[in-house]
């Protein structure tokens, strides 16, 4: 699709949904969708952060509470993790993304850390677009991580007072707001994703599986997104009766 003159997000977020049923759907195990749903996260991203304008993308590959799942789909999930942080970095590099992730950094494993501070560090002065991993993430535990600091350098005197633009500083990463939050697989919930970043986002349900949520799927995404009409709270007065 062209994307030139056409009402571009600035940060896109996606809620990666659906791996498990696409698979079970097929009679495959879960883990399958998992390692299908990274195939398509990784080109997929690529695409968006290299062929649409859309300048950081936000996904949700793990939340604080998906440790809840059996230990054999976590196990699955962390060595995935690890496998494609290594196996995907030099690409990265090459197409200049800059890799970044949200998210506590307590229980996961030192395997899994050692290849996300890799790729954070191979990554770090690349340019043309930010992916930010929200892994072993949750807007809440954010929210109050944010504040702990706050309360310190509030206590130790390094600022003197807060408002939204200071808050905002004091998350994992400063980042612009969520423009477009997309989740996949027909579910109709924000499950705890960027609470902060998302206040204005415009939201997106379609029904594909996150495996099956292409480039196509997403130029479709974007048409969407032009046809909607942000007003944050405003009103625009010419296009109303009074
Ligand atoms: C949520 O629902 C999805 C996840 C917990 C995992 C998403 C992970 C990936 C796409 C792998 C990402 C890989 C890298 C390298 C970052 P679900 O997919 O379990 O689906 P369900 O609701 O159908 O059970």
Redesign the pocket.
């Known amino acids: 699709m062209d994307y030139q003159n056409l009402k571009i997000p600035r940060h896109v977020g996606i809620i990666?949904?659906?791996?498990?049923?696409?698979a079970e759907e097929r009679g495959r195990k879960?883990s399958y969708?998992?390692q299908k749903?990274?195939e398509n996260?990784?080109r997929l991203s690529r695409y968006i952060l290299t062929k649409t304008g859309v300048e950081i993308l936000s996904?949700y590959?793990?939340?604080t509470e998906?440790f809840k799942r059996s230990v054999e789909e976590v196990d699955y999930?962390m060595g995935?993790?690890t496998k494609?942080?290594k196996n995907?970095a030099k690409k990265y590099k090459r197409e200049n993304i800059k890799i970044v992730f949200s998210g506590r950094r307590e229980p996961l494993k030192e395997e899994v850390l050692k290849t996300m501070d890799e790729i954070t560090e191979m990554t770090k002065n690349n340019t043309g677009g930010i992916l930010n991993?929200c892994?072993n993430y949750g807007g809440h535990a954010e929210i109050v991580d944010a504040t702990l600091k706050i309360y310190h350098d509030l206590e130790s005197g390094k600022i003197d007072h807060l408002d939204e633009e200071i808050f905002s500083k004091y998350l994992y990463h400063d980042l612009p707001p969520i423009d477009f939050l997309i989740r996949t697989?027909g579910e109709y919930r924000i499950s705890n994703f960027m609470l902060w970043q998302a206040s204005y986002a415009e939201f997106y349900f379609p029904k594909t599986?996150?495996p099956d949520f292409d480039e196509k799927e997403f130029d479709h995404a974007i048409l969407e997104y032009t046809a909607r009409d942000r007003r944050f709270g405003g009103i625009d007065y010419e296009k109303t009766n009074h």
């Open positions: 990666v949904d659906g791996n498990g049923r696409w879960r969708g998992h749903g990274s996260l990784e996904v590959v793990f939340s998906n999930l995935l993790f494609k942080f995907d991993f892994l697989s599986y996150f």
